[in-house]
């Protein structure tokens, strides 16, 4: 049984910083690409952030690049983003997701996810 956990989350002022971090179970994490997606109220899921099975390459919202920072430990099966300068808008619950193949921004395209963990940021 795949289990994909986050943590992290919390209340944060804007200009502060957050790192969640996703402990991954069940799977062969090194093979598989994984990343973060997020849902504010009333909004579709909108992606965030994917990094490859290898941790060689990584693809970011423009809503977030500059920002963010998505890292993959294989050894430990975790990954982390690292959100910096964070802004009301940044507001969300924050998914951690993984698939063997998919490694763009469509949530469809990924057959794993966390529960989630809620992120916000007060002006």
């Known amino acids: 049984q795949v289990q994909l956990v986050e943590s992290g989350g919390g209340l944060v002022q804007a200009g502060g910083s957050l790192r969640l971090s996703c402990a991954a179970s069940?799977?062969?994490?090194?093979?598989?690409?994984v990343g973060w997606f997020r849902r504010s109220p009333g909004k579709e899921r909108e992606f965030v952030a994917v990094?490859?099975?290898?941790?060689?390459?990584?693809y970011y919202a423009d809503s977030v690049k500059g920002r963010f920072t998505i890292s993959r430990d294989n050894v430990k099966k975790t990954v982390v983003l690292q959100m910096n300068s964070l802004k009301p808008e940044d507001t969300a619950v924050y998914y951690c997701?993984?698939?063997?193949?998919?490694?763009?921004?469509?949530?469809?395209?990924?057959?794993?996810w966390g529960q989630g963990t809620q992120v916000t940021v007060s002006s």
């Open positions: 997701v993984a698939d063997r193949l998919a490694g763009g921004s469509d949530p469809a395209e990924y057959d794993y």
């Open positions: 069940g799977l062969t994490f090194s093979i598989h690409n």
């Open positions: 990094v490859r099975w290898s941790g060689d390459r990584t």
